[in-house]
């Protein structure tokens, strides 16, 4: 809960207490106090709907003070020491009994659907974002009803930034549609998650970018996902030098809100599952869309937004027209990553676009043409065991498709490989989404590692593995206890064999990723541990 929030709590428990036992005296101090107490948080911080209990308890309290107030000012003629009767402590332990079941709905919602804040970014610049709106007037948008139109997409750029302590927070999402899709994906109604759009994040909006040229990265969220939802990392990797440019997808995103106000919903489930099938599994009769047959699936469309992707950061390398990233972008030094659908749509598109040179894949299956054709590029893949897969309740086919066909794509082994077992993280531990309730845990959405702990070992190998390919950097890499990392190297650039020492530590051969005992923080990159 955020200060105001509590402080208005407060004024509530203690306004309750002075009704049950002490009404006329607590009057004067607490019934305009409570009215005070709301405006002021309304104000300040803002209203928001798991505020409601209280807000409603507030104007209960003061309605009632202000009658037994008149009340008492009419008698005080009349009134005359009482004497004890039997039976009078009931009605305060009554009404004790009652505010107490009251307060505990009132504490309880908006903990429950928190204004969270994200960690601060560990590396040494600050974060900007800006959000961009790009047409690709030389694709058609074939997932929608009207063949004759373009594709869109809406982009959010995080980039390295001068440091102001002192500068406003951007909003983590900006869209009441976003809110509205992600409660559908969760199956809650949907006034669920609108709270998100009064967290804060480590942002700062249009802020004067850092000196130098810096590597990009595109990222892909999952279905029915949103360009923020995995900000934790995203803001990481700015603040250690990246620029990372997230894509709302239009008919796979949760909701895409254009400018001027058009929203794009994303496509029904079924449909969605089904084109995506096809580029996993190909079926002889394809799916078909708007009287449109997808022989090759969903992916390949996702895929192409990528190197046009690539295209528009490039102009914005040479002419932004905020005045922010002009010379700031190399996309020379480009990757990609991406979860869930996302991650699935990374290694082909690795594959497609030259300029790509690394790509990192988070939980996600592979399309049959990646398992057959592996990755060009080096790359990462971040998931988990299928007994951690079991106890969140995926299938045995699921299982199956997505440990088999990771592992393939790594084993073929065109360029240097990565596979990062995380046992005990479920599938949204990869995204934001565990800090947004703490219901998302309760309910079994969440893996026994803990987000914190899961969002530290995510970002810790994103940023050694593309400091490795894009930077030219020799980052140590930590152990986290019951973490497997395995590599199969192709370059010099790659791990190679190491032993440890007589202290307990590992050799590292120049350009090398390595491995240190848990615990231990890597020698030469700021921030890490």
Known sequence: MRP??????????????????????????????????????????GARWPMAPAYALA???TGLWARRAVTTVR????????RPRAGTVLGPVAMVVVMVVVMVVVVAVPLLLPVFRFPRPTGPHGVGTLTYHWTDHSRREILGPDPRAPRELMAQIWYPAQADP??????YVQDGPITDGIARLLGAPGVTFQHLRQVRTNAVADAPAAPGRHPVLVFLTGAQGFRQSNTFQAEELASHGYVVAALDQPYTAAAVTFPGGRTVQALPRDRMSALIEQSLTPAATPPVLHGRAFPEGLIPHLARDVPFALDRLRDLDRADPRRVLTGRLDVARAGVFGVSLGG????????????????????AR???????????????????????????GWDEAEIEQHQT???????????DGYFITMPDTFHLDYTDATAWSPLIGMLGFSGPIGAERAHTIINAYTLAFFDTYLKDAHPALPVFSGVRAEATPTSSRAPAP????????????AGALVTLPAGEKPRGHEGWG
């Open 4 to 45: 105001f929030e509590i402080g208005l709590v407060v004024a509530e428990a203690l306004a309750c207490l002075g009704l049950a036992f002490r009404p006329v005296r607590v009057s004067a101090v607490f019934a305009p106090a409570i009215p005070v107490a709301v405006v002021a948080q309304v104000l300040v911080e």
């Open 59 to 61: 104007a209960a309290l």
């Open 75 to 82: 008698a005080l003629p009349r009134l005359r020491p009482a």
């Open 166 to 171: 002192s500068a406003p927070r951007a909003s």
């Open 344 to 363: 699935i749509v990374a290694p082909l598109a690795a594959n497609l676009e030259p300029r790509l040179r690394a790509g990192l894949v988070m939980d």
């Open 366 to 392: 592979m399309t049959a043409d990646v398992v057959r054709d592996g990755m060009r590029t080096p790359a990462m893949w971040l998931t988990r065991d299928a007994a951690t897969m079991r106890r969140e």
């Open 405 to 415: 066909t990771m592992r393939a794509v790594y084993e073929k082994r065109p360029a």
């Open 498 to 509: 190491t032993a440890p020492d007589n202290r307990g530590r590992t050799s590292r051969p």
